[in-house]
């Protein structure tokens, strides 16, 4: 964890469609952000249905409530980090990207998650190409998981076909993208190894024991603590690291309140006989 205190926090803002399990989404982004020693603010880009196992539909707000959310925090508190999660709608992506783009010196980190999203949503060409073309290029961090990072690329490049993941590793950082962390908990095996790409290539690399369980909100976890580190000042590389470490404690110490998937515990540090491994 961090090693000093500042003596106000931070404050990292979100936008993100509501979780009412408080496992992913804006729920989760807030409980995390605070864990990690920041002050949240939060824009509302959708409302979510859903519980422990599965989403049962999914409502977007208009582009101009968004907006308008956004502009009343922005004009009134100074943010240190901003982090994009589900939008839904391309009216969405553009309203989030207008406004990102007005503060150019913020780091923003966007979790790219529209594989999780009803198959309606995901269907619409127009908003995976919205998203390439005006969220990408503002992505401080793209935090993707291998099969949404192809797809990506192969939308970039205006191909029928996927690439594999090295070039798709290169398109996606010569769109704009400063950095992609490419999370491996989708890739069979006993570790789960994410890699942090920047144009040079590798910049770090973090293997995790997999843990056994089914968790909901694991890579929400991951990008909503890599903002919090930013909204700290860390470097790009020490940020992913501290996040690292914050998301193997928390599902190392995951709870199951419901009938599906486990929820990461973003309070471990309060708990007694914690778990004190790191990603191994």
Known sequence: ??????????????IAATDPTGGGGLQGDVITLASMGCHPLSVVSAVCLRDTEDVADL???SAAMLAKQARLLLEDVAVRAFKVGVLATPENIAATAEILSD?????VVVESELGRLPSAALANDRLMAVHCELLLPLATVLVVAQ?????????????????????????LCSSGV??????????????????L???????????WSRLPDRYLGAGNTLSAALTGALAHEMSIADAVGEAEAFTWQSLAGAFRPGMGKSLPDRFFWLREGRADDGPA
């Open 1 to 14: 964890m961090m090693s000093s205190i500042p003596p106000t926090p931070p404050v990292a803002l979100t």
């Open 147 to 171: 099969a949404e990072a192809q797809r990506l690329a192969m939308v970039l490049a205006g191909q029928d076909e996927l690439p594999d993941v090295p070039s798709a590793i290169e398109r």
């Open 197 to 207: 790409y920047s144009r040079e290539g590798v910049v770090r690399t973090d293997p």
């Open 103 to 107: 503060y150019p010196g913020v780091p």
């Open 178 to 195: 400063g950095y992609v962390l490419l999370t491996g908990s989708a890739t069979p095996g006993p570790q789960v190894v994410n890699l």
């Open 59 to 61: 409502l977007p707000l």
